[in-house]
């Protein structure tokens, strides 16, 4: 059975899949409904074409999209310098910010500075990376995330070997006892979320999964349904 202490599954719609000309509207679409209690972050990628080969959005549009919504905005910095660049995002308003480990060497001083502003600090790997030399400062950290993909581009094959980081990761959390949660990001779909789930994910990154379809709202409560259901059989 699952741990009892853990949080429900959480789901983080990417708007790197949503229509870019209504954000406002997309975001709505995955938000609190009569029937529904709506997604628990919404996860917005900033990219800055130097740590990834690709150029997203940044400040005034995560600013903007902090203005248009009451939801949690996770934002996951693919970018160079984040000790100059991820605080701000807290400061903004931004739930919980995640840099990634390759691109500092001091990643605990940085995640400092992003509780310091008021935000959640996460902290993300590339597949390739490896998780060992990170294992003992993650009580340093609010979130870890680890890529499923190549971070970059959207719309890429989950890589189901990561998972063994994750269950890594899950056993150190419950070995410690620490608060913390484990994120994925990468290929999140419904072919693949339940061993995910099985593996010790708590929040569930989807990007084309979610708004790929014409009921976003509706893909949230599945992938959430079969999430929960793969958890309770660990």
Not at 9 to 25: G, Q, R
Not at 79 to 90: Q, V
Not at 184 to 197: F, M, P, R, V
Request: net charge negative; aromatic share 6%; with cysteine.
């Amino acid at each position: 059975m699952c741990n009892p202490g853990r949080p429900a599954p959480m789901i983080a719609p990417s708007i790197l899949s949503a229509d870019f000309a209504n954000l406002a509207t997309e975001i709505a679409a995955v938000g609190p409904s009569d029937v529904d209690p709506g997604v628990d972050w919404v996860h917005v990628d900033v990219m800055d074409n130097h740590f990834v080969p690709n150029l997203t959005l940044g400040m005034p549009v995560v600013e903007s999209i902090l203005k248009a919504t009451d939801i949690p905005i996770d934002c996951h910095l693919m970018i160079e310098d984040p000790g100059r660049w991820a605080p701000p995002y807290a400061e903004a308003g931004a739930y919980n910010v995640t840099f990634h480990a390759e691109a500092t060497d001091d990643p605990r001083s940085v995640a400092r500075d992003i509780r310091a502003a008021g935000g959640k600090a996460g902290l993300a790997i590339k597949p390739g990376t490896a998780l060992e030399p990170y294992l003992e400062i993650l009580r340093d950290f609010d979130t870890f995330l680890v890529m499923s993909v190549e971070p970059g581009f959207g719309g890429q094959k989950f890589m189901p070997e990561v998972l063994d980081k994750v269950r890594t990761i899950r056993s150190v959390i419950d070995r410690d006892d620490l608060q913390l949660l484990v994120e994925i990001d990468g290929g999140i779909a419904d072919s693949t979320i339940e061993q995910a789930a099985e593996a010790g994910v708590d929040c569930f990154v989807a990007g084309s999964a979610v708004y790929g379809g014409d009921d976003p709202a509706a893909r949230v409560a599945e992938l959430r349904r079969k999430a929960t259901a793969a958890r309770t059989v660990v």
